[in-house]
């Protein structure tokens, strides 16, 4: 058990309506990362938040938001979606410049 | 820009054969971390091993080992005596350092390692 709480686990949704996924960090950690993992394009970084504010960005699309709140958990917020969209979407915290641990993933699926 | 290669896609081999992964990273910081990391059929990340560029000696983990030269700008990780329990995709990671508190990963495609019963 790495300490990243991520909800819902597994989430099936129709094309053009809009998700919330839930990450708790690691006790301490600042850090919160999201990346998405699909069978195209690998595992990619979306965005990084340090203690509530945006601190990178990757390859997020536009229809994608997050953010960090005051007790440090996370939301990512997908809207308009898309077949594409379908992937396994990790959470993952850090102390800053230390090990990056990752949840376990919900899985989203777009029918 | 950073990248990460694993070569190896997929690899079989029966159990209780020694197996060494590959990962090859290009990168232009003088500071960076290395990272693998296992991700087992039910899907989660699990973290092994993290490496910074400074520390160049060999590590080893019960059965695992990881081989980091940096003239090579490789970071091979081997198992020892394999089970059937690490049949997995194993991904190799970089962060760079260079921005203390940027510490986003860039991932390799992974391997794919099945071990034969």
């Known amino acids: 058990d790495s300490g990243v709480t991520q909800t819902p686990k597994h989430l099936i949704t129709a094309t053009g309506q809009r998700v919330t996924l839930r990450c708790s960090p690691r006790?301490?950690?600042?850090?919160v990362y999201w990346y998405q993992q699909s069978l195209d394009q690998g595992l990619q970084f979306l965005i990084q938040?340090?203690?509530?504010?945006?601190?990178a960005k990757g390859n997020i699309l536009e229809r994608f938001s997050a953010q960090q709140f005051p007790d440090l958990h996370s939301e990512l917020n997908l809207s308009s979606l898309e077949l594409g969209d379908s992937a396994l979407y990790f959470c993952?915290?850090?102390?800053?410049?230390?090990?990056?641990?990752f949840g376990e993933g919900s899985w989203l699926t777009v029918v | 820009a950073q990248k990460v290669t694993q070569a190896q896609t997929e690899i079989s081999v029966v159990e209780k054969e020694d197996v060494t992964l590959d990962c090859v990273y290009e990168?232009?910081?003088?500071?960076?971390?290395l990272f693998w990391y296992k991700q087992p059929p039910s899907g989660e990340l699990v973290f092994l091993i993290r490496?910074?560029?400074?520390?160049?000696q060999n590590e080893i983990s019960g059965r695992y080992s990881w081989n980091f030269q940096k003239s090579t700008s490789s970071f091979n990780f081997t198992i020892t005596a394999s089970q059937v329990v690490d049949s997995a995709v194993y991904f190799c990671?970089?962060?760079?350092?260079?921005?203390?508190?940027?510490?986003?990963?860039?991932f390799g495609t992974g391997t794919r390692l099945t071990i034969i019963p």
């Open positions: 993952a915290s850090s102390e800053q410049g230390y090990t990056i641990y």
């Open positions: 006790s301490g950690d600042l850090s």
């Open positions: 938040y340090y203690n509530g504010e945006e601190r």
């Open positions: 990168t232009r910081d003088t500071t960076y971390y």
């Open positions: 490496r910074n560029s400074f520390d160049e």
């Open positions: 990671a970089l962060s760079e350092a260079s921005n203390f508190g940027n510490e986003k990963l860039t």
